[in-house]
Antibody, heavy 122, light 110 residues
Framework: QVTLRESGPALVKPTQTLTLTCTFS??????????VSWIRQPPGKALEWLAR???????YYSTSLKTRLTISKDMSKNQVVLTLTNLDPVDTATYYC??????????????WGQGTLVTVSS | QSVLTQPPSVSAAPGQKVTISCSGS????????VSWYQQLPGTAPKLLIY???KRPSGIPDRFSGSKSGTSATLGITGLQTGDEADYYC???????????FGGGTKLTVL
């Protein structure tokens, strides 16, 4: 059974750094073509893809947020960590992590966590 | 503004069929596979269609996907009130090595 769970602070102040953890089970991030992605969704708005880390430690980032994002993995804990620096109120959103399988080079986000709401406010 | 364009909303009666379009700027759809996600109110998105037209295990065949040129389409037949949700198309922009989603389409089953 594949599960993912996001965790992190619910409230952060502007200019601070957000650290989110995705803890997963039911699959291994060392399996070829296995990845984890982060996606966010501001209240009432559309999904926005943020980042992806692959089994071979390749990393990919949103072009608009690239300078502020870092993704990493801890294989011993089955966790993927996302950091977002220099927070602004526009970063207020529900943040999701999703298991991502590469099929013919196409990333399929086939299992999602329930999401965690992060509010950026002073 | 997303590089994938979807209509903001569609509606149809129970039992009817509806289609949701996803058009891409430049060659993003031409050169990449398209996925579709269903987001029921208050829940996380769920993969509905991958590789343009394949359904994951457990997704009923009322849901279908297709792609032609610079556009992709999600079709839903035999509409049910439980299908009321937001639907998103998504793809991998291989030119940018980044994922992209459409702006989402709200389906109302009247």
């Amino acid at each position: 059974q594949v599960t993912l769970r996001e965790s992190g602070p619910a409230l952060v102040k502007p200019t601070q750094t957000l650290t989110l953890t995705c803890t997963f089970s039911g699959f291994s991030l060392s399996t070829t073509e296995m990845c984890v992605s982060w996606i966010r969704q501001p209240p009432g708005k559309a999904l926005e893809w943020l980042a992806r880390i692959d089994w071979d430690d390749d990393k990919y980032y949103s072009t608009s947020l690239k300078t502020r994002l870092t993704i990493s993995k801890d294989m011993s804990k089955n966790q993927v960590v996302l950091t977002l620096t220099n927070l602004d109120p526009v970063d207020t959103a529900t943040y999701y992590c999703a298991r991502t399988r590469l099929h013919l080079g196409d990333p399929q986000l086939d299992y999602w966590g329930q999401g965690t709401l992060v509010t950026v406010s002073s | 503004q997303s590089v994938l364009t979807q209509p903001p909303s569609v509606s149809a009666a129970p039992g009817q069929k509806v289609t949701i379009s996803c058009s891409g700027s430049s060659s993003i759809i031409v050169n990449n596979y398209v996925s579709w996600y269903q987001q029921l109110p208050g829940t996380a998105p769920k993969l509905l269609i991958y590789d343009n037209n394949k359904r994951p295990s457990g997704i009923p065949d009322r849901f279908s996907g297709s792609k032609s040129g610079t556009s992709a389409t999600l079709g839903i037949t035999g509409l049910q009130t439980g299908d009321e949700a937001d639907y998103y198309c998504g793809t991998w922009d291989s030119s940018l090595s980044a994922g992209v989603f459409g702006g989402g389409t709200k389906l109302t089953v009247l």
